[in-house]
């Protein structure tokens, strides 16, 4: 298990990619800007898929699945929606090979050409607003609160491990409602499981709000996100939540009979995450020393080192950590306990902080004598010895700290790097010093702001929810501000 | 909820259509071939995933995930693989849409061609084996044991709901190793695995075997089936592992130093089951009143009716059946408690007989005064009135009743369908008539296998392991065999 991956502050982004691929998280593909999740890193996302996919469930959603492709016209009946997403398309346009006729490898059939080419999924609104028009008669038909676990695809020409991938993996609900009101609502309250799930299972505090109309979702009317820092000073967009209006049943025409028997047009929310939470995961609490993973998300919670020259030795320990192992499963503690001959405990060592693991006890002969057991946690690399009495209960208890330390921690991090700017040189001094999240008036419009992004790099992340009012002057145009926005520059 | 459907001796194939769109299990799509899994239907799927994803973990296996996407070049350096797959391919030459000269819609931008096409996936060995061979280098990085969960696409142009669509959703492991008897016996022990799936959760008995070279995956050395005995006499394939010797890694060269030091090839399997497996489950138990699940897949294992009149009324019946419900849910027993009162107890009596409810509760005043509960089964239609002292127990006994009766059932329906046969005019008679499980014996050349398949559309389904030798003469050559071997019509 080889360190050499430079530090935070040497290179930041160097840093992230060496350590995506150094822990074994995911690596590049032969296929352009396609990726391998390999299996640790997969691990991580069964986590995060299990624990959403509970919160979809508890909030009244089903899973359900829809094809893959997407008919190329389907594409153009909502305006906005085909503008956005146009550029990125993979395209299928032919259904079969034939050998080549120089007799190496085989080539297009060129009769083999479909009548309209298919476009492979970059979101799902197209196809499944088709579907629903035929599921939707009455008011009786709605809600329809359905979520899809799938895979999507859109051209991305610069890509980065997760981050920004041309094929991703992602969950993306798609509600069809009476109301207005209650679209409204169910966009809101999926952005609050987001949130909840940001902050109580990764640990990383997110900031709520809406989008400014550049940044939103091609065919909403309203695009809710959360939005978090990363330790380099740039934010990350870790989920949205969009409110489609009547966008969509209009291209589609999706009707329903109201309770009054009067034919209207269905209200829609559509929302996401994606395997981009791996990066906001990685980026969030890792350090210098390689991953460093929140309990509740860890393939592996606690890694058990035995250090032992005889056999003898390590059966002893065994009796001991056999036991252990099996009490704390019971309290669904994922436990690995490494009783390799072939590797040394310090490589071992380096190898569970590398990966993250968040406790790591080591217990040698001289413990099994004292009925201790030495107990590391990988936050803040302490070690401390604890008798084995009640082990499990104080085990779970520093998970459970580590787990609070770590949002804490990025919390601290936000904190330090949230700024309140009035000044336009300021604002481009602290974009190109600490950078962070900046606090700053905004005068509303889509020109100003592209002119800040021109100039800066710096976009508005998110207009946070409940917003306090605040007379003042836009930091660029200088005109009246109502309220502050938050600029930041963005992965 | 209607049931204007055919039964199943007036048209099978229809009943088993109407029955999956009208059970909410599925639907096609507006994509040619591909399909909506609908919530009802996809979450016997999420159960079916379940249980799988739980074998494999017990047998060592993780999860990783592979880019949808497959250079076509790759799929040339297998000779049979490619040979297998180059008709179904969807292939993918461009990846962005522009609008269209006449400003109506998007048409391909033709400046964006893609130097190679890319395949989309219809089973991904040669990016996965292309992919190991970055990640084997000794015998210490062996064996590799990973499954993926994924869609992929088929170019099929015959296609029916679940047992055979374009897109399909599956599993697909693919284990690498350093000798030829470990992927043997990991090809085995997955047989065993899905087998074990079929029988225990499934309740489908199966027949396990080696397939007959003709109908050997593209690209193995033997292919492994599990094959069913649908009710209208068909054999349905439900699942297969393949030894795939060293093919793909001569393909894709991929060597390990071995603990000699010395080079050589790695081993290899490849093994999966897909969403037809629902067709089976559809096939299997099914009968002219709707579905009929067995209870570990189930997605309501319990519906509870009450019967009413007044809200008064109502009230009474929630107070006995909300704790009844807990207490169910607290044995891991899924239960839905219908209370709408837009509906009749007849019309929802109907609904969950017609989606295969295992077991229904139904629960008026007078049970109320009397301490009882009606207790209806899906699987025989019975009707029986409990005490409600310890109805938990009760509900759980019979709905392990129900998953045996269920097996039971299918296996009587096989062995009733099942035939020793000796002469050709009685195989012809046989397979036009009840159709089933002929047994009969094979010269073992693809010839006759091929000439049988043209005049009877019968193929050889398996090879069962552990087959009695036997010394016959071939069914249709007359030639000496060794064995029998299992003909059918299949899906």
Same mark, same amino acid.
């Given at each position: 298990?080889?360190?050499?991956?430079?530090?935070?502050?040497?290179?930041?982004?160097?840093?992230?990619?060496?350590? =995506?691929?150094?822990?074994?998280?995911?690596?590049?593909?032969?296929?352009?800007?396609?990726?391998?999740?390999?299996?640790?890193?997969?691990?991580?996302?069964?986590?995060?898929?299990?624990?959403?996919?509970?919160?979809?469930?508890?909030?009244?959603?089903?899973?359900?699945?829809?094809?893959?492709?997407?008919?190329?016209?389907?594409?153009?009946?909502?305006?906005?929606? =085909?503008?956005?997403?146009?550029?990125?398309?993979?395209? =299928?346009?032919?259904?079969?090979?034939?050998?080549?006729?120089?007799?190496?490898?085989?080539?297009?059939?060129?009769?083999?050409?479909?009548? #309209?080419?298919?476009?492979?999924?970059?979101?799902?609104?197209?196809?499944?607003?088709?579907?629903?028009?035929?599921?939707?008669?009455?008011?009786?038909?709605?809600?329809?609160?359905?979520?899809?676990?799938?895979?999507?695809?859109?051209?991305?020409?610069?890509?980065?491990?997760?981050?920004?991938?041309?094929?991703?993996?992602?969950?993306?609900?798609?509600?069809?409602?009476?109301?207005?009101?209650?679209?409204?609502?169910?966009?809101?309250?999926?952005?609050?499981?987001?949130?909840?799930?940001?902050?109580?299972?990764?640990?990383?505090? =997110?900031?709520?709000?809406?989008?400014?109309?550049?940044?939103?979702?091609?065919?909403?009317?309203?695009?809710?996100?959360?939005?978090?820092?990363?330790?380099?000073?740039?934010?990350?967009?870790?989920?949205?939540?969009?409110?489609?209006?009547?966008?969509?049943?209009?291209?589609?025409?999706?009707?329903?009979?109201?309770?009054?028997?009067?034919?209207?047009?269905?209200?829609?929310?559509?929302?996401?995450?994606?395997?981009?939470?791996?990066?906001?995961?990685?980026?969030?609490?890792?350090?210098?020393?390689?991953?460093?993973?929140?309990?509740?998300?860890?393939?592996?919670?606690?890694?058990?080192?035995?250090?032992?020259?005889?056999?003898?030795?390590?059966?002893?320990?065994?009796?001991?950590?056999?036991?252990?192992?099996?009490?704390?499963?019971?309290?669904?503690?994922?436990?690995?306990?490494?009783?390799?001959?072939?590797?040394?405990?310090?490589?071992?060592?380096? #190898?569970?902080?590398?990966?993250?693991?968040?406790?790591?006890?080591?217990?040698?002969?001289?413990?099994?004598?004292?009925?201790?057991?030495?107990?590391?946690?990988?936050?803040?690399?302490?070690?401390?010895?604890?008798?084995?009495?009640?082990?499990?209960?104080?085990?779970?208890?520093?998970?459970?700290?580590?787990?609070?330390?770590?949002?804490?921690?990025?919390?601290?991090?936000?904190?330090?790097?949230?700024?309140?700017?009035?000044?336009?040189?300021?604002?481009?001094?602290?974009?190109?010093?600490?950078?962070?999240?900046?606090?700053?008036?905004?005068?509303?419009?889509?020109?100003?702001?592209?002119?800040?992004?021109?100039?800066?790099?710096?976009?508005?992340?998110?207009?946070?929810?409940?917003?306090?009012?605040?007379?003042?002057?836009?930091?660029?145009?200088?005109?009246?501000?109502?309220?502050?926005?938050?600029?930041?520059?963005?992965?």
């Amino acid at each position: 298990m080889a360190k050499d991956f430079p530090t935070r502050s040497e290179n930041y982004s160097q840093w992230y990619n060496d350590l =995506v691929i150094k822990a074994d998280l995911a690596e590049s593909s032969a296929v352009r800007g396609c990726m391998v999740i390999k299996p640790y890193g997969y691990a991580i996302w069964e986590k995060i898929q299990s624990a959403l996919d509970k919160m979809f469930k508890d909030t009244g959603h089903s899973n359900a699945y829809f094809p893959i492709f997407i008919p190329k016209s389907f594409f153009s009946r909502e305006a906005s929606h =085909v503008e956005g997403f146009a550029k990125e398309c993979a395209v =299928v346009t032919h259904y079969r090979l034939k050998a080549s006729p120089d007799g190496k490898g085989v080539v297009v059939d060129e009769t083999a050409r479909l009548d #309209e080419e298919l476009i492979v999924r970059p979101t799902s609104e197209t196809i499944i607003w088709d579907t629903y028009r035929n599921w939707i008669k009455s008011y009786r038909d709605l809600p329809i609160l359905i979520n899809q676990w799938a895979n999507v695809v859109r051209w991305e020409m610069r890509t980065r491990l997760f981050l920004r991938t041309t094929e991703f993996l992602w969950q993306e609900g798609h509600t069809a409602h009476s109301t207005r009101d209650e679209a409204v609502h169910e966009a809101e309250t999926m952005l609050n499981v987001y949130a909840d799930f940001a902050e109580n299972w990764m640990a990383i505090p =997110v900031i709520k709000g809406t989008k400014s109309p550049a940044e939103r979702f091609a065919g909403a009317v309203e695009t809710y996100a959360i939005e978090a820092l990363m330790q380099d000073g740039k934010a990350l967009q870790a989920g949205t939540s969009h409110f489609l209006g009547e966008n969509f049943a209009k291209a589609f025409d999706v009707k329903f009979l109201n309770r009054e028997n009067q034919l209207e047009y269905v209200w829609a929310t559509s929302w996401g995450v994606s395997t981009r939470l791996m990066g906001a995961l990685v980026m969030s609490h890792s350090d210098d020393n390689g991953l460093v993973l929140p309990p509740k998300l860890a393939p592996i919670q606690v890694a058990i080192v035995p250090v032992f020259k005889t056999k003898e030795q390590l059966d002893l320990i065994s009796e001991k950590v056999i036991p252990l192992k099996k009490a704390l499963e019971l309290k669904g503690i994922s436990v690995k306990y490494d009783d390799r001959d072939t590797h040394k405990p310090g490589w071992k060592f380096s #190898e569970y902080e590398f990966k993250g693991v968040p406790v790591r006890i080591t217990i040698g002969p001289r413990d099994i004598e004292q009925g201790t057991v030495e107990v590391a946690r990988r936050d803040t690399l302490e070690k401390e010895v604890f008798q084995m009495t009640d082990i499990e209960n104080k085990v779970i208890n520093l998970l459970d700290q580590i787990q609070k330390n770590l949002y804490n921690k990025a919390l601290d991090m936000r904190e330090n790097n949230s700024h309140r700017v009035d000044d336009w040189e300021e604002f481009k001094r602290v974009l190109d010093s600490t950078g962070g999240f900046i606090y700053a008036h905004w005068d509303g419009t889509t020109e100003t702001e592209e002119k800040i992004k021109e100039e800066t790099k710096a976009t508005i992340r998110v207009i946070p929810l409940d917003n306090p009012p605040e007379a003042g002057k836009c930091i660029y145009s200088g005109k009246p501000s109502s309220q502050r926005v938050i600029f930041a520059r963005a992965y």
